[in-house]
């Protein structure tokens, strides 16, 4: 079973980047999709967007402008910038695996455990 | 804007069964939204149920089941123990996958 694991700082200054990795581990990167996913705190779920294998990405659109989602294979990691960010960008942010496949379609399988990001001066 | 529906809260008793939905606001679910329901208890990361409308993780047990009905995604709790009490979200894929929308959450009470 693949194994996710965010690390980052755990609290950023408002209008500055937040900027998370996610180590994978069990599997490799060079294959499926990998995401972001965040959730304020006593809130719901929001999904961030994925980098493919390839490098291809796809963002929510109410944050395309101020996301990047990259991807380093020679480390087995993929990593979220989110830039701009205010006291509404206070979540817990969670990496997670896209698997997909013909016959299996879409879906969300393995999940870090979370970070939470707190944007405060 | 997308949005994806579902009940904020139903309530179960213990062996009972309970069935929770997902509606997009686009229209009616389809399999080619491929949805995907988890579940997260209080203090922990989601848990992967179901994905693709119908199929189970290995990890997933057999009272969890999925489908369409009535034009929305479901998730249908069978014999429900008191550990299944937990939020659930669904999350539906629009644009071949290139956009992910959640839910809302239900969160389902055993009493």
């Known amino acids: 079973q693949v194994q996710l694991q965010e690390s980052g700082p755990g609290l950023v200054n408002p209008s500055e980047t937040l900027s998370l990795t996610c180590t994978v581990s069990g599997g490799s990167i060079s294959s499926y999709y990998w995401s972001w996913i965040r959730q304020p705190p006593g809130k719901g779920l929001e999904w961030i967007g994925y980098?493919?294998?390839?490098?291809?990405?796809n963002y929510n659109p109410s944050l395309e402008s101020r996301v990047t989602i990259s991807l380093d294979t020679s480390k087995n990691q993929f990593s979220l910038k989110l830039r701009s960010v205010t006291a509404a960008d206070t979540a817990v942010y969670y990496c997670?695996?896209?698997?997909?496949?013909?016959?299996?379609?879409?879906?969300?399988?393995?999940w870090g455990q979370g970070t939470l990001v707190t944007v405060s001066s | 804007q997308t949005v994806v529906t579902q009940e904020p809260s139903l309530t179960v008793s213990p062996g009972g069964t309970v069935t929770l939905t997902c509606a997009s606001s686009t229209g009616a679910v389809t399999s080619g939204y491929y949805p995907n329901w988890f579940q997260q208890k209080p203090g922990q990361a989601p848990t992967a149920l179901i994905y693709?409308?119908?199929n189970r993780h290995s990890w997933t047990p057999a009272r969890f089941s999925g489908s369409l009905l009535g034009g929305k995604a479901a998730l249908t709790l069978s014999g429900v123990q008191p550990e299944d009490e937990a939020d659930y979200y669904c999350l539906l894929y629009y644009g071949d996958a290139h956009l992910g929308v959640f839910g809302g959450g239900t969160k389902v009470t055993v009493l």
């Open positions: 980098i493919y294998y390839s490098g291809s990405t």
């Open positions: 997670a695996r896209l698997k997909n496949g013909y016959s299996y379609g879409y879906g969300l399988d393995s």
């Open positions: 693709s409308t119908t």
